[in-house]
């Protein structure tokens, strides 16, 4: 069965300051991964999605992801990060057959001045 | 504006009260999801409806009986909850049911059983 870990619970970053969330994920074929945002008091967005070809995709929000399927990771990163970017950040795993979209438990993000 | 729009944002009940969560997309979709949402807990799955057909129920309390008349609206019927059903409830949709395919959420209704 797939999974995805995402081994920070919780990350203070300072306003300006280089972001990397970590993502890790099991599926036995080729994944499809997503990352969202949950603001508070808001649903989730997708913020970016990989499926194939190019590892290093682009988001909104100024947010890529690297795909790097020797580490079975896909870790999120901003170069500098807003107040506006405190949320709960859900890295998901996806496939083709029958599996259902997996969420991880989620990272939550603190921006501080 | 996500384009799934999920009513109330906030319900207040009772244990035996009765009450409904509508949610509604815009975006063409042909599948909708239920999923709960509580705290320092991953999000659950509940419900899967695909073209109006429910094609998952993951071991949901018949407490909650869900009901999709159409593609675009879903709704969350709920009956006798329990204090532990208190929760953020949020409505999804995409493409088809495929893992592969992106979900878009809703704001979710904010329920709180007394």
């Known amino acids: 069965a797939q999974s995805v870990t995402q081994p920070d619970i919780h990350i203070t970053v300072s306003e300006g300051a280089s972001l990397e969330l970590r993502c890790n994920y099991s599926y036995g074929a080729t994944p499809y991964l997503f990352w969202y945002v949950q603001s508070p008091g808001q649903g989730l967005q997708l913020l970016l999605k990989y499926f194939s070809g190019d590892t290093l995709v682009q988001g909104i929000k100024g947010f890529e992801a690297e795909f790097k399927r020797s580490q079975s990771s896909f870790n999120l990163r901003k170069p500098s990060v807003h107040w506006s970017d405190a949320a709960e950040y859900f890295c998901a795993v996806g496939g083709f057959g029958n599996e259902k979209l997996t969420f991880g438990t989620g990272t939550r993000l603190t921006i501080i001045p | 504006e996500t384009g799934v729009t999920q009513t109330p944002r906030h319900l207040v009940m009772g244990m035996t009260n009765k009450k409904s969560l509508k949610c509604e997309q815009h975006?063409?979709?042909?599948?909708m999801y239920w999923y709960k949402q509580s705290a320092k807990k991953p999000l659950e799955l509940m419900f899967v409806y695909n073209f109006k057909e429910q094609t998952e129920n993951n071991s949901v309390p018949s407490r909650f009986s869900p009901e999709c008349p159409n593609s675009s609206h879903l709704f969350l019927h709920l009956h006798t909850l329990q204090p532990e059903d208190s929760a953020l409830y949020l409505c999804a949709s995409s493409q088809a049911t495929n893992s592969n395919q992106p979900q878009h959420f809703g704001d979710g209704t904010r329920l709180s059983i007394l």
């Open positions: 975006l063409g979709h042909n599948a």
